[in-house]
């Protein structure tokens, strides 16, 4: 019997060190995952902003060179002038598109990121420093590139994306609006979050409009 008890502690001791192991090893995991991930977007995000304003530079150009050749066609020959609004427009096409793939890049994160979010102390939530910490990184990354106002609008639109995957996840929780101690963590996290995105060049002002996380009482 003794022996029984013996094995038995030893055994338990030897699968509690594995669990400690184990979750240690899943722990470096998600930290190297993270950082690499980081990595990875500041790869991405810097050449892409740079690929924007490139084109925005050439359609800042295509009407003057426009008007270079309009000055010296004859009337019947405007007819070729077309093609100019034709070539803004697919540059303008573009732009549009390179701008929707920055926010489907900060989409699929804030997804995978939110996905795991639990409304528990401490606060702010490991989740929410890490949210700020990726879209502080972008705003590094794009901030000498873009104008001010595109920058404004670009962080508006990943802004709406989190709160619709905040939103999703607050109603999985069943965490609602009213006033009790789950809302009132929620509300540290947002604090955090809407402090960091306005403490950021050119974002101090920005709307956030938070209010939206939450689904409308009926």
Not at 38 to 52: H, Q, Y
Not at 209 to 217: D, G, L, S, Y
């Amino acid at each position: 019997m003794n022996m029984l008890f013996e094995f038995s502690a030893q055994f338990n001791k030897k699968t509690a060190n594995l669990h400690s192991k184990w979750v240690s090893e899943m722990q470096r995991s998600f930290f190297f995952f993270f950082y690499l991930h980081w990595m990875i977007l500041m790869f991405v995000f810097s050449p892409v902003a740079l690929a924007s304003r490139c084109l925005q530079l050439i359609v800042h150009y295509i009407p003057i060179i426009r008007a270079h050749f309009e000055a010296r066609l004859q009337p019947k020959q405007y007819s070729i002038l077309r093609h100019f609004d034709h070539i803004t427009k697919d540059y303008n096409d573009h732009i549009a598109e390179i701008s929707a793939k920055l926010v489907a890049i900060m989409d699929g994160l804030f997804e995978k990121v939110l996905s795991k979010y639990e409304v528990k102390a401490p606060m702010p939530s490991t989740c929410f420093r890490n949210v700020c910490k990726q879209m502080a990184k972008m705003h590094e990354a794009i901030y000498d590139l873009l104008p001010e106002e595109q920058t404004q609008i670009l962080f508006l639109r990943i802004n709406a994306s989190f709160k619709l995957h905040l939103k999703r996840q607050l109603a999985r929780l069943n965490v609602i609006n009213d006033g009790g101690p789950q809302h009132g963590l929620v509300m540290v996290d947002i604090a955090f979050y809407t402090g960091n995105i306005q403490s950021l060049k050119t974002l101090e002002n920005l709307h956030l409009n938070m209010a939206e996380i939450w689904e409308q009482k009926r």
